[in-house]
């Protein structure tokens, strides 16, 4: 089951919590991986057609998980968009004032699901896994551990065909990205691109939690 910890909650996240963060451009699947997760956990029917397609979080959202054979506690974190959001609002204030009321400098086991969308060039400005990464970690205080194992997954939108000359082109780039990223962050590439699929959200999830655990 799930707990939903929404921005203003007064809750904290435990020290024995696993929080997940998901980080990436606009539109690159980081609240439908969060829906997927909720209809799984709840033991509900995924149906990605009734999801929203508004690619712009405004607001930080939380849930609490547990999973079978996990003896932590899992919480995931559907982040607002850096540099490709909406522009009437501020995603790094909304980012750290969220860490500033439910995170803590004790939580040390942490990563980031990093989704990008192949339809778009991960080389344009704005687009940046670099960029991104950055500025997310910016918006933690001093003295706090900033998440720096993470699993990239390359996402195609429904629209787009997997063997598209655009998928073709940018699934190389976004390779590269990952092998140019500076020493601070601990990066993987996720093997499998990510459609909508319920079990593949699951899978990159686990990979992400295996990197954080060493295993």
């Known amino acids: 089951m799930g707990n939903i910890l929404r921005k203003n909650t007064t809750q ?5 919590d696993i929080v997940v963060f998901l980080v990436g451009p606009a539109g690159s699947g980081k609240s439908t991986v969060m829906q997927l997760m909720h209809a799984l956990a709840m ?42 959001g909406l522009f009437d609002i501020d995603a790094e204030s909304a980012m750290r004032k969220w860490i500033q009321l439910n995170f803590s400098a004790n939580c ?22 670099q960029h991104h ?12 551990t900033v ?3 993470v699993c990239v997954v ?6 787009l065909k997997p063997d598209s000359s655009l998928v ?16 601070a962050w601990n990066a993987s590439m996720f093997p499998e691109r990510f459609r909508d699929e319920p079990e593949l959200a699951r ?7 295996r990197n954080i655990s060493g295993t």
């Open 12 to 16: 904290p996240i435990g020290e024995q």
């Open 43 to 84: 033991d509900r029917q995924t149906n990605p057609d009734t999801y929203s397609l508004d690619p712009s979080t405004r607001d930080v959202q939380a849930r609490r998980y547990t999973f079978d054979h996990i003896p932590q506690n899992v919480v995931l974190v559907d982040t607002p968009s850096f540099h490709t």
């Open 108 to 129: 040390h086991r942490s990563g980031i699901l990093y989704l990008h969308d192949l339809a778009r060039n991960p080389r344009e400005k704005g687009l940046l896994m």
């Open 133 to 144: 990464l950055d500025t997310f970690a910016k918006t933690f205080p001093a003295g706090y």
């Open 147 to 149: 998440p720096s194992c």
């Open 154 to 159: 390359p996402t195609i939108d429904r629209g």
């Open 168 to 183: 073709q082109r940018h699934g190389p780039k976004l390779e590269a990205a990952v092998r140019s990223l500076g020493v």
């Open 203 to 209: 899978k990159a999830l686990r990979h992400l939690l």
